[in-house]
């Protein structure tokens, strides 16, 4: 059944696709997961933003934002990529629901919510 307000490419076997590597425009983030890891209080080391909260990866290994002056703002950032991966399976499991039950397929609410996980996903990519 094709869906009318979601389109979803199953062009590829591999279980995460559309949003797989194997999609055509796959981004190359830096793979998670992401930490929030805070600068030592050394101004001599860190100049002004001795203190300050950056996001991580690869056990702090590698920096993947700089500083946040708002440790909020590290803390959502640091859970982009599980956010992602959430957005994605969500996504993935109301096609597969839409497919298994055609009566979903013309509910507002389901098609509202496919459309934002959709746009959040594209605006990641």
Same mark, same amino acid.
């Given at each position: 059944m094709k869906h009318t307000h979601v389109k979803v490419d199953r062009g590829c076997s591999c279980e995460a696709y559309p949003f797989c590597e194997h999609a055509p425009n796959a981004s190359k983030y830096t793979a998670g997961p992401w930490d929030v890891y805070v600068l030592a209080d050394d101004s001599e080391t860190y100049g002004n933003i001795a203190g300050m909260p950056? &996001? $991580?990866?690869?056990?702090?290994? $590698?920096? &993947?934002?700089? =500083?946040?002056?708002?440790? =909020?703002?590290?803390? %959502?950032? *640091?859970? !982009?990529?599980? %956010? @992602?991966?959430? =957005?994605?399976?969500? %996504? !993935?499991?109301? &096609? +597969? %629901?839409?497919?298994?039950?055609? $009566? @979903?397929?013309? +509910?507002?609410?389901?098609?509202? $919510?496919?459309?934002? @996980?959709?746009? !959040?996903? *594209?605006? !990641?990519?």
């Open positions: 950056i &996001v $991580t990866a690869h056990g702090h290994e $590698t920096e &993947v934002c700089g =500083a946040c002056f708002n440790p =909020a703002d590290a803390r %959502l950032i *640091s859970a !982009a990529p599980d %956010l @992602l991966q959430a =957005a994605e399976q969500a %996504l !993935a499991e109301f &096609v +597969d %629901l839409c497919d298994a039950d055609e $009566t @979903l397929n013309g +509910d507002k609410k389901i098609g509202q $919510t496919m459309r934002k @996980l959709q746009a !959040a996903i *594209s605006k !990641a990519r």
